[in-house]
């Protein structure tokens, strides 16, 4: 059981570079999210989705794309790569509305020079 | 927004000693949660707390939630190595968010040997 899986672990990108995130889990959880952690800051929402084919903003939305076109994937898109960018990103699913126990996967850790 | 302030930011405490991190929130609390994380890892759910006056332990971890004081806590009894981590709490900003949370920016704790 794989849980949640994010690839890469790790990206070093150039301003102005685009690139996707990926996310995926095998849980069969309707509900996925991306956040991103940055030193002494926790853990902000950039955008979330409550099924395949719905995705909404969260807090820090942004300079990201998001689509969910299965239950199991959910990428996050950089549109153009921003030093302000840099920063670990974790995807998390949730098990049931009733609970909300979410599911991290190991995170991607960015950098943008 | 919710915001959530934890206290302290980090400590370090001998192996065998007890220690308590604090969760406060600006906002009513709809539910608490608590996950642990370690470098390079995403965050593992811990406990979740829902009810004034609820607490749950999972092995030597107890944490409780004290819904007229908006402040949940995690307390950790004769700690080990292995407690040493990132700790954060998420709540649930309002009733009708239902799976977004918001999180603390973490308490870092070392355990000497």
């Known amino acids: 059981n794989a849980g949640v899986t994010q690839t890469p672990k790790f990206q070093v990108l150039k301003t102005g570079q685009s690139m996707t995130l990926q996310c995926a889990q095998d849980?069969?959880?309707?509900?996925m999210s991306w956040y991103r952690q940055d030193p002494g800051m926790g853990l902000r929402l950039i955008h979330y989705?409550?099924?395949?084919?719905?995705?909404d903003q969260g807090e820090v939305p942004n300079g990201y794309n998001v689509s969910r076109s299965t239950t199991e994937d959910f990428p996050l898109r950089l549109l153009s790569a921003a030093p302000s960018q840099t920063s670990v990103y974790f995807c998390?699913?949730?098990?049931?509305?009733?609970?909300?126990?979410?599911?991290f996967g190991a995170g991607t850790r960015l950098s943008v020079l | 927004s919710q915001e959530l302030e934890q206290s302290p930011q980090s400590l370090i405490v001998q192996e065998g000693k007890n220690l308590t991190i604090n969760c406060t929130s600006s906002?009513?609390?709809?539910?608490l949660y608590w996950y642990k994380q370690k470098y390079g890892e995403g965050l593992i759910f811990l406990m979740m707390?829902?009810?004034?006056?609820e607490e749950k332990s999972h092995e030597k971890i107890t944490a409780k939630l004290d819904e007229k004081k908006q402040q949940s806590s995690l307390h950790i009894t004769a700690s080990q190595p292995s407690h040493a981590g990132i700790y954060l709490c998420?709540?649930?900003?309002?009733?009708?968010?239902?799976?977004?949370?918001?999180f603390g920016a973490g308490t870092i704790l070392r355990v000497k040997s």
């Open positions: 707390l829902q009810k004034g006056g």
């Open positions: 989705s409550v099924g395949a084919g719905i995705t």
């Open positions: 906002k009513t609390l709809y539910g």
């Open positions: 998390a699913s949730t098990d049931s509305l009733a609970k909300n126990i979410q599911y």
């Open positions: 849980m069969n959880h309707e509900y």
């Open positions: 998420g709540a649930v900003p309002r009733r009708e968010y239902g799976n977004k949370l918001v």
